[in-house]
């Protein structure tokens, strides 16, 4: 047979043609699907992980990922102030890929990208075609809380996926009917309050929005209470520890508000979200919950727009930082997406898609390096100062010449540097019996993290989870206090000489000029000692 049909029936090719025809229909169909949705999700989702990728080696390490670090050493269903997957993520990131911050950021970055995949799920389902998928693919890309949050290790680069693939399961459930997807649901709001607390604010929300929408006919399903019972079972180890613990996490977070968190009025908290994600993308966060509160399109999907007002209520009552809504923005961006797109069409004016686009990018490149660490340590904190940007902050104190989620990367190698200098001035016999004593847990976690290296024992601290681990087999004849007051330590040593002074003009001010003292004589054991070294905060 020296020919075959392509297309239609009548049109036949020699061999040769065939051969040429082969790889044009390949490319076609290549191109189509470089055109298609699925592609420029996926291109923005590689876009995201790359850029943390590139950047979430420099710097440091951030204070709080010592402290997963520690916690992944000592698992347990549950820590004095988070939820206990984060140190199971730490211990797994360790295990696979090192103690390098690229290593430890691994998961962090490929959450960058699993927000803009599932923003590019729920821009589909509500509709969206090609300019709302890049509209908010390059919303979700350049929001600052987003490219801060995912360059390094913590509970906040998975809570808006956890919280979005819930949105998505209840997207697919109102489009298909299929109530058994309740059971998934559940699964993924369970591993949500495994990852992060807050994420029962989310449920709650989630509920009330329900309630009072025509969408509490879905509560009339047994499958929706099933799963909710699947997410109470996957919390429950948690909250049995938390039971047993006397509840620490609400005794941190009541010490936390009234000592750290810097204080916001209601209108100070809503205006500062701008900030958060960027204040050229707030008007498609706004354009957002429009659609889904005011628009006909988005009548179906009422629900989600109260699970924000809802939301929002809730964290202004109870008083929570501004960035605790972070988690719920990607739904905003996708349903903003879409009414853009809805009233460029309707308008027939193509030429604002440039308009909008251009500037959002232009000021998420401004914005960029205030979130991720790109420029050098000067240029970073003259960038800062002339943005003004220490105007928005979480807490009350200074964090000095960077902002302070970039002087909260500064000096933990040397911290665990200097101390290894005095252990290693001691004689044998102190050295055997030393306990290092750090004032928090960022220095016990820096001297956990860094200090085997350097032959240093494990650190002991009463600051959050540290207090629960104890003093360990120590008893206090010779410390190595680091960062600990001195009127703390008089109570409890009668020699206490000053051994060094760690200086870091980038650190935090707590962290700058910090005392290291060789204490020796105790007038009380460590165990006596250690309920008044209690500090939750």
Not at 29 to 51: P, V
Request: proline letters at 6%; charged letters at 15%.
């Amino acid at each position: 047979m020296d020919s075959f049909p392509i297309g239609k029936p009548d049109v036949v090719l020699r061999p040769d043609q065939a051969a040429l025809e082969a790889p044009r229909a390949v490319s076609r169909g290549r191109g189509r699907w470089l055109e298609s949705d699925q592609a420029i999700a996926i291109t923005f989702a590689a876009a995201a992980c790359l850029a943390h990728f590139l950047w979430n080696g420099r710097y440091g390490y951030f204070r709080d990922e010592l402290y997963y670090a520690a916690c992944g050493q000592h698992l347990a269903w549950g820590y004095v102030d988070q939820a206990p997957l984060i140190a199971l993520i730490a211990r797994v990131s360790r295990v696979l890929f090192g103690d390098s911050l690229h290593a430890i950021r691994f998961f962090p970055a490929l959450s960058s990208g699993a927000k803009i995949l599932l923003t590019a799920w729920i821009v589909r389902e509500l509709g969206g075609r090609r300019y709302a998928q890049i509209l908010a693919a390059t919303a979700m890309l350049l929001c600052p809380i987003y490219l801060t949050m995912d360059n390094f290790l913590s509970m906040n680069a998975f809570e808006p996926v956890l919280w979005m693939g819930c949105i998505a399961i209840a997207l697919a459930i109102v489009r298909t009917g299929n109530q058994r997807l309740w059971l998934w649901f559940g699964l993924v709001a369970g591993i949500g309050i495994l990852n992060k607390h807050s994420a029962l604010f989310f449920g709650l929300a989630f509920f009330l929005s329900l309630v009072v929408t025509r969408r509490r006919a879905l509560l009339r399903s047994a499958w929706i209470w099933l799963g909710a019972l699947v997410s109470f079972l996957i919390f429950l180890p948690n909250l049995l520890w938390e039971i047993n613990n006397h509840f620490p996490t609400i005794e941190i977070l009541r010490n936390v508000d009234q000592a750290k968190n810097a204080p916001v009025t209601w209108l100070q908290f809503i205006a500062q979200q701008a900030f958060l994600v960027h204040p050229l993308g707030a008007p498609i966060c706004v354009a957002g919950l429009w659609f889904f509160l005011r628009s006909r399109q988005g009548e179906a999907y009422r629900f989600l727009g109260w699970t924000y007002v809802f939301l929002l209520a809730e964290f202004l009552i109870f008083r929570g930082r501004i960035y605790y809504l972070a988690p719920i923005y990607p739904m905003l961006f996708a349903a903003g997406a879409v009414a853009v797109e809805m009233w460029i069409e309707n308008s027939g004016r193509n030429w604002i898609k440039s308009a909008i686009l251009v500037p959002l990018v232009v000021g998420g490149i401004v914005a960029a390096p205030l979130a991720l660490p790109i420029l050098p340590l000067d240029a970073a904190a003259d960038y800062a100062k002339f943005w003004d940007v220490d105007h928005v902050k979480v807490e009350k104190g200074s964090s000095g010449k960077l902002p302070q989620m970039y002087a909260d990367m500064m000096g933990w190698p040397q911290q665990a540097e200097v101390v290894a200098g005095i252990f290693h001035s001691l004689s044998p016999a102190e050295q055997s019996r030393v306990a290092i004593l750090a004032k928090n847990y960022g220095q016990a976690g820096a001297i956990d993290y860094f200090g085997p290296s350097e032959g240093l024992p494990r650190a002991i601290s009463g600051h959050n989870n540290y207090y629960l681990w104890g003093p360990q087999q120590y008893t206090g004849e010779v410390v190595i206090a680091v960062g600990m007051p001195m009127d703390e330590l008089r109570p409890l040593f009668e020699d206490i000489r000053l051994a060094a002074t760690i200086e870091n003009d980038y650190a935090i001010p707590e962290e700058n000029h910090l005392p290291v003292y060789i204490c020796r004589k105790p007038k009380m054991s460590l165990q006596q000692a250690w309920p008044s070294l209690k500090f939750y905060g």
